[in-house]
Each structure stands twice: as structure tokens, then as C-alpha cells.
């Protein structure tokens, strides 16, 4: 069955290792008949969440007006929703974390995204797979908050400078990740 997915990623770097395997994913699942909108975070002006609680009041998600009152209207309507980025500092990069905060808009105004499925594919400089907790745990955590299914994962150590990626399987797990939709 087809579906329509989102893709969001946090990479300020177009041509880095996570945007490679966010390519190959889309390239799959457009493949497969999937619809798949895609929204690069850091290309985009997302603050953060001022947790005014003022989420949907003026139409949009976000009563201050920035671009993720474009992102929020196709995760509404989409059946699965997934983030990409490179580990920044152990952590989830700046550029995409405004947007993953204001995924509390939702749960403010009471709208009901249940059901989604959800994936992550990441990436980190060392060879440490436990690096990327930093990013797992919460995108696990705010899946199940938001009762998301996590559909798969994809986590590359040991890639650093653009093109690293060519060096792993990293592209290959990325587009196998759309046969789990």
C-alpha cells in the first residue's frame, strides 16, 4: 500500500554522509509507490518552541509564524514520518531540533497523530555505535509519546567528511529501510 511519508533532516551539509542515505531511502521508497515529502531542516527558519501553548490557535501550528507552519500541515496528513541527521555534540543537531520541539504543537492543540509509523537514519564521526543515544533515545521516546510505531533504524559510526558514507552500507541500509513501510 502506498503511503505518504515526510522526511525531515538535520543536516546543514548538502552534500554529507546523511543526506546520501536520506537519497537512497527516497530514491527506495518512491520506488516502492510511496509519496514522500522532504523538508531540510537547516535550509529552513525554525526557532524553538517558546511554549506559549498558543499551538493552532491562529490556524497555523505555530503562532510564531516560521517555517515549521509548512512542515506541520504534511505531518498531519502523512502515515509516516522520518528523520534523518548527523550526531552534532552527541546530541541531535540544532538545525532539526526546533523542529522535533514543536512537534509538541500537537499534543497542545489536541490533535490526533496516532498511528504514524516512524524511522530514523543517523550517522557519527566515531566508531562507537552508542555515540548516537543521543539521537535515538529521544526520537524513540517522542515515537512513543506521540504513539508513532518505529518502524527501523539506521545508525553509521565512523563517518566524518563528506562521502565517508560511500565507504559503508550505510546508503544500502537506508533504501532497505523503505521495505519496512
Known amino acids: 500500500m502506498s503511503k505518504k511519508m515526510v522526511v525531515i533532516t538535520g543536516s546543514p551539509r548538502n552534500n554529507g554522509n546523511s543526506f546520501a542515505m536520506t537519497d537512497a531511502f527516497i530514491k527506495a521508497a518512491e520506488s516502492k509507490g510511496h509519496t514522500v515529502t522532504r523538508f531540510d531542516a537547516a535550509m529552513k527558519n525554525v526557532g524553538g518552541c517558546h511554549a506559549c501553548e498558543t499551538c493552532f490557535q491562529t490556524g497555523k501550528a505555530c503562532s510564531f509564524d516560521d517555517d515549521f507552519n509548512s512542515i506541520a500541515p504534511a505531518i498531519l496528513e502523512a502515515d509516516a514520518v522520518i528523520f534523518t541527521m548527523p550526531v552534532y555534540w552527541y546530541s541531535i543537531p540544532a538545525q532539526i531540533k526546533g523542529v522535533i520541539d514543536k512537534l509538541f504543537s500537537f499534543c497542545v492543540a489536541g490533535k490526533d497523530i496516532a498511528g504514524k509509523e ?21 526520537i524513540e521516546r517522542s515515537a512513543a509519546l506521540l504513539k508513532w510505531k518505529m518502524v527501523g533504524e539506521v545508525m553509521i559510526p565512523s563517518v566524518l567528511n563528506a562521502g565517508d558514507i560511500e565507504k559503508t552500507d550505510g546508503c544500502k541500509q537506508a533504501a532497505a529501510l523503505a521495505d519496512k513501510f
Open 118 to 138: 516512524c524511522a530514523l537514519i543517523t550517522c557519527c564521526e566515531e566508531d562507537d555505535k552508542s555515540v548516537m543515544d543521543g539521537v535515538r533515545i529521544p
